[in-house]
């Protein structure tokens, strides 16, 4: 299964924040982004020394653990829930001796040729400690090492193919490096004379830092003791930035190449109440990534918005169920309808996606139960029909309940009065003036890579 994660790095300069405890803070605020495994890599300018285990980001480390951490400069990562491969030595920043020193890599993304690449250097003799691409990326940067870091860095980026947003750690440099399309989010930001790299721009503001830029597509950036330094590799004239980043995986108080996550989701919540005439009595969403959207339904509608789902926030996001059985529960762990607020009533619903159905299925025999007269659902996306080889976890198509399904069978399958999409014309619209194309993959089968040869199909 593929793996989406959040990173984080900081190079600190001149001042009282410390390096590790600053990632931590970072990290604490990319937990969204995985629940799996945490890890912190930290440099000081001698040696790297690093920490990294299975659990949520204040489970991994305490005190101790971050005091040790010593060093100016600090990267991390937390790792998203995958089916398999839940084991800590995949855990991450992944680090390795070279010629050029110790390094440390942390990931966000996956790599569609990483098997070929491994199976490649594994003929010729490398040994590999993990099953994740990083280290895969690690090894490439490696071999290069007579050719210096960044000339290296750069064969690595001619040779993989996929997404990649990776921060990597030199025992007196921090580099940040977002892959030709673009596809997963990076960016940049500046804390007195300390510079931060985050997959999030909410990830910037935990730790007190203002937002500098995005990093650009292809773009290697070197933070060192002389400042920010920044070369280019050829990048596609399209960028792909996942589109499913606004739809439900990033925070709704980041801002991804331009664009303010929560005012896109209200858009497409807006945008989806646009011509619909379903007759209802209240609006609610699932929270909390729908809420926005629902808002927007709300407003555009004239349709009251309320409150119908309460959410434990104590329990990670669904897919952290290992098996379909196990998820189900889970929906129920996390999410609980407002007897007193639904009942007798007409309910839309907004749902942010609808990947497998099993959380619309429940959360609308949830409301019925509940007493709900109605329950139309609405989704601010429009279907998911096709697997993700780019590092979102959305189930191989086979899982899909969009997969060789009509609207009127899911409508059926989850138990709703009525269901409608947002088309994916209009979920483009939600984030017009963003400075980068889009990867539409997930919904329409238009992947920037072929996720079978690696070769790259656009611009
Ligand atoms: P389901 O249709 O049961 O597979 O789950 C869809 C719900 O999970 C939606 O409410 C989304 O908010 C959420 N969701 C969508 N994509 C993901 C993902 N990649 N990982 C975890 N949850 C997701």
């Known amino acids: 299964m593929e793996e989406a994660c959040g990173v984080f790095g900081i190079y600190t300069q001149g001042g009282d924040i410390q390096a590790a405890s600053a990632a931590y803070y970072g ?33 991994v480390f305490d005190d101790e653990i971050l005091r040790g951490l010593t060093g100016h400069i600090a990267i991390g990562h937390v790792r998203y829930s995958t089916f398999g491969g839940k084991d800590v030595i995949n855990a991450q920043p992944v680090v390795a001796r070279c010629k050029m020193g110790m390094l440390a ?20 003799g490398a040994i590999f400690q993990t099953t994740v691409d990083t280290e895969v990326i690690l090894n490439l940067i490696a071999r290069e090492s007579s050719k210096g870091l960044l000339e290296a860095i750069r064969s690595m980026m001619q040779v993989v193919r996929g997404s990649y947003a990776l921060v990597l750690l030199t025992k007196d440099s921090l580099i940040g490096i977002r892959d030709p399309y673009g596809i997963r989010p990076l960016c940049l930001g500046r804390v007195g004379d300390s510079f931060v790299l985050a997959s999030e721009s909410c990830a910037l503001d935990a730790v007190g830092a203002e937002f500098v830029r995005d990093i650009r597509p292809g773009e290697i950036v070197t933070i060192d003791q002389s ?18 980043e606004f739809v439900y995986f990033a925070r709704p108080d980041s801002v991804i190449d331009g664009v303010n996550v929560y005012q896109s ?73 407002m007897t007193r607020n639904v009942r007798g009533k007409r309910i839309v619903l907004v749902d ?14 949830m409301l019925r139960t509940a007493g709900a007269r109605e329950v139309h ?79 790259m199909l656009e611009g």
């Open 27 to 59: 990290l604490f605020a990319l937990q969204h982004r995985g629940q799996e495994s945490a890890g912190i890599a930290a440099a000081d300018g001698k040696v790297i020394r690093q920490y990294r285990n299975l659990g949520l980001v204040p489970e």
């Open 105 to 124: 890599l942390a990931h966000n993304g996956n790599l569609v040729n990483a098997d070929a690449l491994r199976a490649a250097m594994e003929d010729q």
């Open 227 to 244: 400042g920010v330094h920044s070369v280019h590799v050829p990048a596609p004239l399209g960028s792909r930035l996942c589109l499913f």
């Open 265 to 337: 989701r209200v858009e497409a919540g807006r945008r989806l109440a646009i011509g619909d005439d379903v007759q209802a009595d209240m609006v609610i969403g699932v929270p909390d990534s729908a809420l926005a959207a629902a808002m927007g339904y709300a407003q555009q509608s004239g349709i009251p918005y309320g409150d119908g789902l309460a959410k434990n926030r104590y329990v990670g996001r669904t897919f952290i169920q290992p098996n379909q059985g196990m998820r189900e529960v889970g929906v129920r762990t996390k999410l609980n309808a």
């Open 352 to 365: 942010d996606s609808i990947v497998r159905g099993t959380t619309s299925r429940r959360i609308v025999e």
């Open 377 to 455: 659902v609405r989704v601010s996306s429009p279907m998911v029909l096709n697997a993700c080889y780019f590092g979102i976890d959305i189930a191989t198509s086979q899982e899909l309940i969009g997969h060789g399904h009509s609207v009127e069978d899911i409508c059926r399958f989850i138990g709703a009065d009525s269901l409608k999409y947002l088309s994916l014309e209009d979920l483009c619209k939600t984030v017009e003036g963003a400075g980068c194309g889009l990867c539409t993959g997930c919904f329409d089968g238009r992947y920037p890579i072929d996720p079978e040869t690696g070769e």
